[in-house]
Structures are given as C-alpha cells and as structure tokens.
C-alpha cells in the first residue's frame, strides 16, 4: 500500500484549509424557535411530507448510527455535527480549518408541500446562522431553498445574499426534473445577480427509482448509484443551455465523485459534434466543465495506482477542485491523510484553499 503524502499547508499562512463539506444536526426541537406556531403545530401533527418510497430511511442498517463517525458523538449528548464546541475541537482547531461549508441534508427542501417546504427551509437557515455561525464564525451557511417553488426560493436568496453568515446556495442532485430545465431558471438568474455559487449537494427529492434501470437489490448498489445522479444533471445543465444564458454561474458538485468527469465530456462532446442542431451551444460541453463547474473531492477516489488519480486532478483542472471532508460521516476524509500522490506547494494551496477563494462567497 502506498503511504500517505504529506499535504499539509504551511501552519504559518493566515488563511489555512477551507472545508466544503460540513454537516449541522439539529438538537431537539431546534427549528422550533425559527417557525411560526402555524408551521410548529402543523410539523407536530402531520409531520414533514417528503417525497420520496422510504418511511424513514435514516433508519436502515447502512444508515446507521445517524452515517456518522462513531467518535463524533459530543460528550454532552445529542448527535454528530450539532454541537458547535465539539465541532471545533474535533475538526476545526486541529485541522486549522479557517471556513467550514455548512451543508444541512435534513429534508427541509424536499417536502411535497411547498408551503411547509419553503417554511422549513427559511427556518433551516435561521437555525444554521445564528446557532452555528454566531457562535463560530469560522462555519458559514448555506441558503437552502425549496426549488420547486421558484418564487419562494428567490426571495429566500435574496433574503440571505448580503448576509456575511452565508456563502452559497444549496441545491440536491435528485430533483423532481432535471435542474436544466426552464423551471428552475429563476433560481439560477438569483444566483448570478448575486454572485453566489450554488453547492449541488448528492441526494435531495427521491421521487422515482434511484438506477434508471429500476430499484437495485444491495445498499451498496444505492450508494454507488448516487453519483449518476450528479452526472445527469451536469449534463442537463450544459446541454440545456443554462450556462449560455447564466455565464457567470458557479456550480460546484458535493458529495458524487469525480472521476467520471473526463468520460462525460469526452462522450457530451462526441455526441454534441453529431447532433449539435438540437442543442445548439456556444461552446462545446466539455468547455462549460472546465468554466462553470468545480469538484469537490469527497470521497475521494482511490485508484490502485495513486498517480492515476493526478492525471484526473489534471484534466479537471487543479483550478477546478475544493476540499471537502463530510464531517461528520463514517467516511471523513482526512485532508493529510486523503490524498495519496504528490503535489506541489501550489497545486496544495489551489485544492485546499485557493480554488474555494475563489467560488465561495465569504466575507
């Protein structure tokens, strides 16, 4: 087995390691504060209606307990990702993270009911402003938005856009259409008046079979599945033209792997050349990845031969990558211990600070 590289930025520099990928739990009853009592008492008796086949897929063994790291359990109580002290002595002190991205996966953008869906949402991010940032200005929220409601998920944006506790909009890879249809342009054009990026989180609306070939029979082939769905809608936001109509919009795709990445522009741009009069870019597809879209790098990949995976960084771009640990999951990546190939002193800086600089919006 290789041994681990070394990639640790200089302890000197000011600025440290940007984290992508953080996840905030709530404690009991904690939107409660954040909703009117009309929502309070509707949630109570009804409770959320998600769309999706799973009664309460948080439940099953693979799931369990909570995804998280087994020694992320505050010592206070409660779960993994909802005590800011813990956070900080676990991840952000010994790691000398200076931004962490807040990445809430708690349904509240999912619910059928838009109303409730939109209430949810604006409680969501009150919640992550003023009982995570507050207390620890290094973690900075996401604008979550119930992206079926275009004209809720606007005034959310331009709710949060000047508030300094928030640095993207968060959408889910699994939404009821693919995201590069005209429904959603709204949320796009708010984004790019903005400046803000929109983190495309892997999971979200579960209101069909995950595999296109129909419901697979293993966990494991569920988890695997996951990243196609990160792939198709890259491929509808290109090919449908958003990034033509919104040129500055910075997308950056969390949680869904990267290595497919050259394949899909390779194959988008084959097909393209053939059938270019259906969609009739400005560009070629392959060019809208290396301009609009960042990777973040959990979980990472991890080839046999570990300089297999620098000739991905490559193609990507170095320019084009974030850091990203899920914290707290089973699966946390290490950001010294992640990375197994060498990198220079840049290409170090790029992916573990520099490159998120320059997509996230953090004042």
Not at 70 to 98: E, H, K, M, T
Not at 111 to 120: F, H, I, K, Q
Not at 287 to 297: Q, V
Not at 332 to 337: K, Q, R
Request: glycine residues 6%; hydrophobic residues 35%.
């Amino acid at each position: 087995m290789n041994a681990p590289v070394d990639i640790r930025v200089d302890s000197r520099s000011r600025l440290g390691i940007i984290d992508c990928d953080i996840h905030p739990y709530p404690k009991p009853g904690a939107f409660n504060p954040y909703l009117s009592e009309r929502w309070r008492k509707h949630i109570a008796e009804y409770g959320k209606f998600n769309c999706g086949p799973y009664a309460d897929r948080g439940t099953y063994p693979r799931f369990s307990p909570n995804t998280c790291r087994r020694d992320a359990w505050p010592p206070g109580g409660g779960l993994p990702g909802s005590d800011v002290d813990f956070i900080r002595s676990q991840l952000l002190d010994p790691y000398n993270i200076v931004y962490g991205v807040l990445e809430p996966l708690l349904g509240g953008n999912t619910s059928r009911n838009l109303d409730e869906a939109a209430a949810l949402c604006s409680a969501m991010n009150d919640w992550q402003a003023y009982d995570f940032v507050d207390p620890e200005p290094r973690l900075r929220a996401s604008v979550l938005v119930p992206q079926d409601d275009p004209e809720a998920a606007v005034k959310e944006i331009e709710k949060r856009a000047q508030d300094w506790r928030f640095c993207q909009i968060q959408l889910g890879s699994k939404t009821s259409e693919p995201l590069g249809r005209r429904r959603y342009w709204p949320i796009f054009a708010a984004a790019q008046a903005t400046g803000m990026s929109i983190g495309l989180h892997i999971g979200g609306t579960q209101s069909s079979a995950p595999s296109a070939g129909g419901w697979p029979q293993f966990y494991m082939e569920d988890h695997q599945v996951l990243s196609h769905s990160m792939q198709n809608q890259a491929a509808s936001l290109i090919l449908e033209g958003v990034f033509d109509h919104f040129p500055d919009l910075k997308i950056v795709l969390i949680e869904g792997g990267f290595a497919w990445a050259p394949q899909l522009a390779w194959r988008l741009d084959a097909h393209w050349m053939k059938m270019r009069d259906e969609a009739p870019l400005k560009r070629k597809p392959s060019e809208y990845m290396k301009t609009n879209l960042w990777f973040a790098t959990q979980p990472v990949e991890e080839p046999e031969h570990p300089e297999d995976l620098r000739q991905i960084f490559e193609w990507i771009g170095w320019d084009r990558m974030v850091y990203s640990s899920d914290y707290p999951h089973w699966d946390f990546d290490d950001p010294h211990l992640a990375f197994r190939f060498q990198m220079t002193e840049t290409e170090k800086r790029q992916l573990l600070r520099d490159n998120a600089l320059s997509v996230y919006t953090f004042r």
